[in-house]
């Protein structure tokens, strides 16, 4: 059996667990839950009060105006950052 067939069966089976409720589906966690999740981590408190001052979006975060605040230069998701 080649690698291709058995990614593919290995898939079907695990959508039919997920589909029975064998297997829970990962859930992405909003840079607010990280924080509340890990509260001594700095950088998930920054992601999350830029979070929050964005009106919850990210794509704002990225071009933000407010140069003014303290946590301007240290933003995440800043334009030319993978």
């Not at 990280?34 to 830029?50: D, E, H, M, V």
């Not at 105006?65 to 993978?82: D, F, I, K, M, Y």
Request: hydrophobic share 30%; glycine share 4%; proline share 9%.
């Amino acid at each position: 059996m080649t690698v291709n067939l058995k990614m593919k069966q290995g898939l079907k089976e695990y959508q039919q667990k997920l589909k029975l409720g064998l297997v829970e589906k990962h859930k992405s966690l909003d840079p607010i839950q990280k924080a509340k999740k890990n509260p001594k981590s700095l950088r998930f408190a920054i992601n999350a009060k830029c979070f929050d001052c964005c009106c919850f979006q990210k794509p704002e975060v990225k071009y933000c105006t407010a140069v003014n605040c303290p946590l301007h230069h240290l933003r995440p998701w800043q334009p030319g950052t993978p």
